[in-house]
């Protein structure tokens, strides 16, 4: 990781390159609560990136104003170089940002290959008459659809799920499916909400090598936040720390861990949850 200018660190390898990701004092208020305040972020073109921080702290609210879910009350988001200011969730879809959600998102009663060919929405173009008739090209659209969709899933190695309701499938496997869809619109970042929850050893083992595996093929940042501390420390080249909707630090994995602002606000909590557990 090395510095730039605007005081944010990045990866050497993408030192040449416009940043993917860029926030500017970003905050969000509802009512008298502010929720976040002063996020400022700068992410490399292909980084994984970390965003932790102690329940409640904010992150969830973060992602949701990356996807403009919440429109912010003060700051800028940057996303390849373009502002997402006054945009719509979808349009900021559209301009190159996917996410997963902490609570997995499926169509359940679809096939596994159905819910990978939703998230090719952004690149399928196909006109209503088309859709209705399945004539003026409708075959061989259907058909790249289908052919890409299966290339995902077996960057997944779950090409021979395709037809399985996606809803039957091992708790592991529907977020490996949730990922997959989310690469398939296209994008140049995608955000994962807590990827590794609800998941073993072995398949946290296996979430941490396709996300190398993401990042070195489709040559895309990966931002993520996550509780597992061993899953981030291991895997993420820029870390930010979220507490009371503020960064109180950012930086390389050894940073972070001797910071003793975070040091604080992980044991400072544990050790109010004993103290309230005794009284």
Same mark, same amino acid.
């Given at each position: 990781?090395?510095?730039?200018?605007?005081?944010?660190?990045?990866?050497?390898?993408?030192?040449?390159?416009?940043?993917?990701?860029?926030?500017?004092?970003?905050?969000?208020?509802?009512?008298?609560?502010?929720?976040?305040?002063?996020?400022?972020?700068?992410?490399?073109?292909?980084?994984?990136?970390?965003?932790?921080?102690?329940?409640?702290?904010?992150?969830?609210?973060?992602?949701?104003?990356?996807?403009?879910?919440?429109?912010?009350?003060?700051?800028?988001?940057i996303?390849?170089?373009?502002?997402?200011?006054?945009?719509?969730?979808?349009?900021?879809?559209?301009?190159?940002?996917?996410?997963?959600?902490?609570?997995?998102?499926?169509?359940?009663e679809?096939?596994?290959?159905?819910?990978?060919?939703?998230?090719?929405?952004?690149?399928?173009n196909?006109?209503?008459?088309?859709?209705?008739?399945?004539?003026?090209?409708? !075959? =061989?659209?259907?058909? #790249?659809?289908?052919? @890409?969709?299966?290339?995902?899933?077996?960057?997944?190695n779950? /090409?021979? &799920?395709?037809?399985?309701?996606?809803?039957?499938?091992?708790?592991?496997?529907?977020?490996?499916?949730?990922?997959?869809?989310?690469?398939?619109?296209?994008?140049?970042?995608?955000?994962?909400?807590?990827?590794?929850?609800?998941?073993n050893?072995?398949?946290?083992?296996?979430?941490?090598?396709?996300?190398?595996?993401?990042?070195?093929?489709?040559?895309?940042?990966?931002?993520?936040i996550?509780?597992?501390?061993?899953?981030?420390?291991n895997?993420?080249?820029g870390?930010?720390?979220?507490?009371? !909707? =503020?960064?109180?630090? #950012?930086?390389s994995? @050894?940073?972070?861990?001797?910071?003793?602002?975070?040091?604080? /606000?992980? &044991?400072?909590?544990?050790?109010?949850?004993?103290?309230?557990?005794?009284?």
């Amino acid at each position: 990781m090395v510095p730039v200018p605007s005081n944010a660190i990045i990866p050497e390898r993408d030192i040449d390159k416009t940043p993917i990701l860029e926030t500017h004092h970003l905050g969000i208020d509802f009512g008298g609560l502010t929720a976040v305040d002063e996020f400022s972020l700068t992410v490399g073109r292909t980084e994984i990136a970390g965003l932790i921080g102690p329940n409640g702290a904010g992150k969830t609210t973060v992602f949701n104003l990356l996807t403009n879910v919440y429109q912010p009350t003060r700051g800028d988001i940057i996303l390849d170089g373009r502002t997402t200011a006054r945009k719509t969730a979808a349009q900021v879809s559209r301009m190159g940002i996917a996410r997963t959600f902490q609570n997995i998102r499926l169509f359940s009663e679809m096939s596994v290959i159905d819910n990978v060919k939703v998230g090719l929405h952004n690149s399928i173009n196909q006109s209503l008459a088309a859709s209705i008739t399945h004539l003026f090209g409708y !075959g =061989k659209s259907e058909k #790249k659809s289908r052919d @890409e969709a299966l290339e995902l899933l077996d960057f997944f190695n779950m /090409a021979d &799920l395709a037809e399985h309701q996606a809803g039957s499938l091992p708790y592991g496997e529907q977020r490996r499916l949730e990922i997959a869809r989310a690469l398939a619109t296209h994008p140049c970042i995608i955000l994962l909400d807590e990827p590794a929850a609800g998941m073993n050893p072995s398949e946290t083992t296996e979430l941490m090598e396709n996300i190398r595996r993401i990042r070195d093929n489709f040559h895309i940042a990966v931002m993520l936040i996550e509780h597992d501390m061993n899953l981030v420390m291991n895997i993420c080249e820029g870390i930010c720390v979220l507490d009371h !909707g =503020k960064v109180i630090a #950012k930086g390389s994995p @050894e940073e972070i861990k001797s910071n003793p602002a975070v040091i604080e /606000a992980y &044991l400072g909590r544990k050790k109010e949850a004993a103290e309230d557990a005794e009284g």
